[in-house]
Nanobody
Framework: QVQLVESGGGLVQAGGSLRLSCAAS????????MGWFRQAPGKEREFVAA????????YYADSVKGRFTISRDNAKNTVYLQMNSLKPEDTAVYYC?????????????????WGQGTQVTVSS
């Protein structure tokens, strides 16, 4: 009965920043690994970032490494994606996902629950 709700998407100029949030309604949030994926129109969903249960393991796609930062606040049952130096190719619907295994993994099929997504559009 886990529900994930993304927020924070919007319009931004290239080079700008945006912070996405994903709030989980389920309990024992700290037991789950969380990931961010994105899907551009007409494209397949791709991995962006993931963080383990305790935050000890973090992984990023090469395309966002050095620009994006994933973090979590277990007290708020929320995972964040801070996106800096945004590029037009970052334009996509961003989804957060929950993995009961508690690992930070890059494969979409490993995740058990998904949010509805939030649109990020980068102009210029």
């Amino acid at each position: 009965q886990v529900q994930l709700v993304e927020s924070g998407g919007g319009l931004v100029q290239a080079g700008g920043s945006l912070r996405l949030s994903c709030a989980a309604s389920g309990r024992t949030f700290s037991s789950y690994a969380m990931g961010w994926f994105r899907q551009a129109p007409g494209k397949e969903r791709e991995f962006v970032a993931a963080i383990s249960r305790t935050g000890g393991r973090i992984y990023y796609a090469d395309s966002v490494k050095g620009r994006f930062t994933i973090s979590r606040d277990n007290a708020k049952n929320t995972v964040y994606l801070q996106m800096n130096s945004l590029k037009p190719e970052d334009t996509a619907v961003y989804y957060c996902a929950l993995d009961f295994a508690g690992l930070a993994r890059a494969t979409e099929r490993e995740y058990d629950y998904w949010g509805q997504g939030t649109q990020v559009t980068v102009s210029s």
